[in-house]
């Protein structure tokens, strides 16, 4: 299995740090938050990444270089503008290959997650081996986790594996975390070049119950503002260091 990792982002909140450093590579306990999931992806035996990039791209590639370093194989998707995160998927589909693929939003900081986990959430068989109809299998697998402060509505329902678009009453709603992984087909109506969210396609195919899921209990933050990233930064966040 091969990982992407989105990187374009001009990080708007984080300014004025984002002017001179990409929000990828801004530091957490002393690591790149990048870094952290590269490492992570190795050790889970996934080693082919790539990453696209935009804003400062070349000071990605300066400091993670062929990605040798960490154990990985680092080849980059170069966007002259950022295309959003389906738009640099369509874009980077060359790289990836044909097989399921996991993709991991780069400002997240998300230090336990296990990526062993991902490597068969999206089965091509049944129980007793007959291979699902392709119009029926998944097409994407979302890790969701607990609804954050500034965030309280939630992006998705999940409803037995399956996540949902509208949750029903007393069903708790959860947000993306920024880790799924997905069939390339998912984005067979994205041009390549041109920029598209992923939002709206996961909710589509949600619709129609082709988009699994679970939720995901592990420290997880979106690292969006300054002020969370001084958070993280600060002694003894969470009484612990990770």
Known sequence: MKAMIFAAGRGERMRPLTDTCPKPLLKVRGRPLIVWHIVNLVRAGITEIVINHAHLGQLIEDTLGDGSKFGAQIVYSAEGTALETA???ANARHLLGDA????????????????AQVKDVLEEEDLWGNPYPPETRDL???YLVKNPAHHPEGDFALENFSIANEANVGTPRFTFSGIGVYRPELFDSVITGSSAKLAPILREYAS??????????????DVGTVERLEQLNAPLHHGRTP
Not at 208 to 221: A, F, L, P
Request: proline share 6%; glycine share 20%; net charge negative.
């Open 100 to 115: 399921p693929f996991v993709a991991v939003a780069g400002d997240i900081y998300c230090p336990h997650f296990d990526f």
């Open 140 to 142: 994407g697998w979302l």
């Open 208 to 221: 129609t119950h082709r988009i699994g899921g679970e939720v995901y209990r592990g420290d997880w933050t």
């Open 87 to 89: 738009g640099g998927i």
